[in-house]
């Protein structure tokens, strides 16, 4: 993992994105916060099991049905599987530690936004 602060690569209204092996940040504060960098850590690791460019794929389509689902970008991202478990997880810094393959898959949810 390396971490990039980035200012002008992060998409207006993010702090940062995960694209293996890096970590894109848009603020120097955000080096040190946990909770921040460990959902990114999250992205990583879902990258990595579903070997990055599947990652990006799944998460693009996955948007573009939220986005149908639910009418409003904000909530479409916020429901995406990938963020759901990344959300979820994201204050628990032993996760990644005991987390088993396609956990996100948990978090495919039809009807319930959050």
Excluded: C
């Excluded at 940062?16 to 894109?24: C, E, K, N, R």
């Excluded at 948007?63 to 689902?69: A, E, H, S």
């Amino acid at each position: 993992m390396f971490l990039i602060v980035a200012k002008y690569l992060i998409p207006k209204g993010y702090r940062g994105m995960a694209v293996f092996p890096f970590i894109l940040i848009k603020y120097y504060k955000d080096l040190v916060n946990a909770v921040f960098l460990n959902h990114e850590k999250i992205h990583l690791r879902q990258q990595l099991e579903m070997l990055v460019i599947p990652f990006f794929i799944w998460y693009f389509l996955e948007y573009l049905i939220r986005l149908i689902q639910y009418k409003n970008a904000a909530l479409a991202y916020r429901n995406i599987s990938l963020e759901r478990e990344a959300y979820a997880k994201e204050t628990d810094f032993n996760y990644l530690k005991n987390r088993s393959f396609f956990q996100f898959l948990h978090y495919i949810k039809i009807g319930n936004k959050q």
